[in-house]
């Protein structure tokens, strides 16, 4: 049998199947007290096969971007233009003595 398909890395290997806490915990970087924690609370969703948990990774990403993720925050137009207007901060601004 001709297997010419490339080894999946590990991500696309662990995105192709359930995944148990440990796995999960290393994956995000998280400790496993965190991921039983979240499970716990019901934030992680997560399936319940045989006696043990298990999680789907795109699941799992999706939850956490849509809970957690924090956006950058852009300063309004007219905010950068009044710091940049700001005393001090403009050449034509500043007077000279003679």
């Known amino acids: ?9 590990t991500a696309s290997s662990l995105q192709a199947r359930k995944i148990t806490r440990k796995e999960l915990a290393a994956y995000c ?5 965190t991921i039983d924690e979240l499970t716990r609370t019901g934030v992680l969703p997560y399936f319940k096969i ?5 999680y ?3 699941e799992v990403e999706a939850t956490l971007r849509e809970r957690f993720h924090v956006q950058a925050r ?25």
């Open 1 to 9: 049998m001709n297997n010419s398909s490339p080894i999946p890395s």
């Open 29 to 33: 970087g998280f400790s496993v007290r």
């Open 50 to 54: 045989g006696g043990g948990v298990r």
């Open 56 to 58: 789907d990774l795109a």
């Open 74 to 98: 852009v300063p309004a137009p007219e905010q950068q233009q009044t710091q940049s207007d700001s005393p001090g901060t403009s050449a034509t601004s500043t007077a000279t003595t003679a």
